[in-house]
Nanobody, 115 residues
């Protein structure tokens, strides 16, 4: 059974940093892609960053150069380091993976950036 558990959200001032973590079980990071999405009220979830099994990363234009994504083999988790945060980064952030053609999502963690 796949389970994704996010942590690390909170309130931060603009220009500050936060690190989100997604603890994964039931999947292997070396085999399955991992992504972070975010969603604001009334909008669809948008892809923020992803890392493939081979380590290839991809970022939304809006976060390029400010966010990084990494994998922690020891804890089987994926981290999203968010720097130079802006008010428009305020959203609920979700961890996501695909296993055997099925999408799996975490419960989400809220990030609020005050200006």
């Amino acid at each position: 059974q796949v389970q994704l558990v996010e942590s690390g959200g909170g309130l931060v001032q603009a220009g500050g940093s936060l690190r989100l973590s997604c603890a994964a079980s039931g999947i292997t990071l070396r085999v399955h892609p991992m992504s972070w999405y975010r969603q604001t009220p009334g909008n669809q979830r948008e892809l923020v960053a992803s890392v493939g099994p081979d380590g290839t990363t991809n970022f939304a234009d809006s976060v390029q150069g400010r966010f990084t994504i990494s994998r922690d083999w020891r804890t089987n988790s994926v981290r999203l380091q968010m720097n130079s945060l802006k008010s428009e980064d305020t959203a609920v952030y979700y961890c996501h993976t695909i296993r055997q053609g099925r999408d799996y999502w975490g419960q989400g963690t809220r990030v609020t950036v005050s200006s």
